[in-house]
């Protein structure tokens, strides 16, 4: 039985799985971070796997972006993705949007094609604040991850029971004044294992097992192996979840 052992977590279980199999996924961007993601939901029976990235397979991708191979350099990164994908899991349904993310784009792909829950898988300030805004508008859950050289972060927006991105960080931050991948690097295995993260919160959001990481920060530190936790609250200054 293909999902043998997923069943088998006491936790999970066959209604766990029918779940799974039942929800959809829309995951923005498919590189370092989308890729852990992208193939241990597939892997793990997601239903429906959405996946939105406007860029092309370069070399220098290669080094951390594992949906990718040599064969698939200047093709799209949905369709490199979507070939890898329907190799692992045919079963799944894939749907891929090449395209730019704009607030338009995401608020018509959420409407439209009824996804339960997005993930953050792009490098850009700009577009996780947009991310963030338009699934705080349309009320939809999210996991945000972010990574940079050997370190990054983790944390799950459910709508109305926790803090959104804005809430900690606030306003993006003006152009230059934080240090990019192409300025300080990225080690493959740090965006890994924050994808990988990523998939164990969709999991645990859709099938509701577990506690998800609602006003808390996860902060792992690949140079000295840590992880450590910033707990947060709803900013009352919030441009986009707060009320007032």
């Given at each position: 039985m293909r999902y043998e052992r997923n069943i088998l977590v006491a936790t999970l279980g066959e209604q766990g799985q029918e779940k799974l199999l039942q929800s959809k996924v829309l995951l923005i961007g498919a590189g370092g971070l989308g890729s852990p993601v992208a193939l241990y939901l597939t892997a793990a029976g997601i239903g429906t796997l959405g996946i939105v990235d406007d860029d092309v397979v370069d070399s220098s991708n290669l080094q951390r972006q594992i949906l990718h191979g040599e064969d698939c350099l200047g093709i799209s990164k949905v369709?490199?993705?979507?070939?890898?994908?329907?190799?692992?899991?045919?079963?799944?349904?894939?749907?891929?949007?090449?395209?730019?993310?704009?607030?338009?784009?995401?608020?018509?792909?959420?409407?439209?094609?009824?996804?339960?829950?997005?993930?953050?898988?792009?490098?850009?300030?700009?577009?996780?604040?947009?991310?963030?805004?338009?699934?705080?508008?349309?009320?939809?859950?999210?996991?945000?991850?972010?990574?940079?050289?050997?370190?990054?972060?983790?944390?799950?927006?459910?709508?109305?029971?926790?803090?959104?991105?804005?809430?900690?960080?606030e306003d993006e931050p003006a152009p230059g004044t934080v240090p990019t991948s192409k300025d300080v690097g990225i080690i493959g295995a740090i965006a890994g294992t924050l994808g990988t993260l990523q998939a164990m919160e969709v999991i645990?959001?859709?099938?509701?097992m577990g506690e998800l990481l609602l006003g808390r920060m996860l902060i792992y530190d690949g140079l000295s192996m840590t992880f450590r936790q910033m707990k947060f609250h709803k900013n009352e200054h919030c441009q986009a979840c707060h009320k007032g």
């Open positions: 369709e490199s993705a979507r070939q890898r994908l329907m190799t692992l899991n045919s079963q799944v349904h894939l749907h891929t949007y090449q395209e730019r993310v704009t607030k338009e784009v995401l608020r018509q792909l959420l409407v439209a094609d009824e996804y339960d829950i997005v993930v953050d898988g792009t490098d850009n300030f700009a577009t996780k604040f947009l991310i963030n805004d338009v699934c705080v508008e349309e009320e939809k859950t999210f996991v945000h991850a972010g990574v940079l050289a050997m370190q990054g972060q983790l944390m799950t927006y459910v709508p109305h029971k926790s803090p959104c991105y804005r809430c900690v960080f645990k959001y859709v099938t509701g």
